[in-house]
């Protein structure tokens, strides 16, 4: 006789094949494309015994608002209930799976948010990106020399020492505006005394493990310009970035979604 655990798949794809199978013709047709762009932006080869409810939750914030979105994630839904009522995965999992609601505009009230999300930075990250600002602008005007001097030669257009110092003067200038609005808007977190290159903060890689499921998650804090959820790279002003930032190796920390508190200890800083 063949045990449950037997039948289990070993991947999410193989997992979301077999729902795939237990659907009629037509219902499947239409499923089909969200489900496996979800398989796809999960990790098709990922342990059905690891998926992670966070890392739904992240899947479920980053969809737009609207009624196609919503109609993927429905799809989604499905597909982990189906889970949980094989076994294979908490019942709850699809609870995770939050719809956005349809913002309702109101004639006549344009309001611009004019808020900042703030970010926290340990007082050697806060110093060390003055220091990169200073450079920056330093080099900002030996750019601008270079382009007052191949602007010498009256022929711009074949010019071509004179395009490329304006186009390198504004990626440099974004990077200058990024970091100045960056370090203006900065929570600076000096009530711990972390040992130096022992903690979570702007550049670092951190592998955490999920106590309740003990799956592990790798993220990098980066810039705001740097983020790509999909590779792990989560800007510290993200929900999950504001409870590492400054912590160490050891600790354990609590990430709040709209369904539940994730707690995770800090494996390791890279």
């Given amino acids: 006789m063949t045990s449950e655990k037997s039948n289990q798949p070993s991947t999410l794809v193989d997992a979301a094949l077999r729902y795939l199978a237990s659907l009629s013709a037509a219902k499947r047709e239409s499923v089909t494309p969200a489900i496996m762009n979800f398989v796809r932006w999960y990790?098709?080869?990922?342990?059905?015994?690891t998926l992670s409810a966070l890392k739904l939750s992240e899947y479920a914030s980053g969809q737009p608002a609207g009624?196609?979105?919503?109609?993927?994630l429905r799809t989604v839904k499905d597909l982990f209930l189906y889970f949980g009522k094989q076994g294979w995965t908490e019942t709850s999992m699809s609870t995770h799976l939050k719809i956005k609601r349809t913002p309702v505009k109101v004639a006549g009230t344009a309001r611009r948010s004019a808020s900042v999300d703030k970010?926290?930075?340990t007082p050697e990250k806060q110093n060390e990106l003055e220091t990169e600002l200073a450079l920056l602008k330093e080099k900002r005007i030996h750019?601008?020399?270079?382009?007052?001097?191949?602007?010498?030669?009256?022929?711009?257009?074949?010019n071509a020492p004179y395009h490329a110092a304006r186009e390198e003067k504004a990626k440099l200038d974004g990077k200058i505006e990024e970091l100045a609005t960056l370090l203006k808007h900065a929570v600076i977190d000096s009530e711990h005394n972390y040992a130096a290159g022992n903690k979570a903060e702007l550049g670092r890689c951190i592998t955490m493990k999920e106590l309740a499921t003990g799956a592990i998650c790798v993220y990098t804090l980066v810039m705001p310009r740097e983020v790509n959820p999909k590779s792990g790279r989560i800007s510290p002003a993200s929900p999950i970035g504001k409870a590492l930032i400054g912590r160490t190796i050891g600790?354990?920390?609590?990430?709040?979604?709209?369904?539940?508190t994730f707690r995770y200890t800090i494996e390791a800083i890279e």
């Fill in 119 to 121: 970010l926290v930075l």
């Fill in 67 to 72: 009624e196609e979105a919503a109609s993927k």
């Fill in 143 to 158: 750019i601008l020399d270079d382009i007052k001097r191949a602007a010498a030669d009256k022929d711009l257009k074949e």
């Fill in 43 to 49: 990790g098709g080869d990922k342990s059905v015994g």
């Fill in 251 to 260: 600790e354990t920390i609590e990430v709040v979604a709209p369904a539940y």
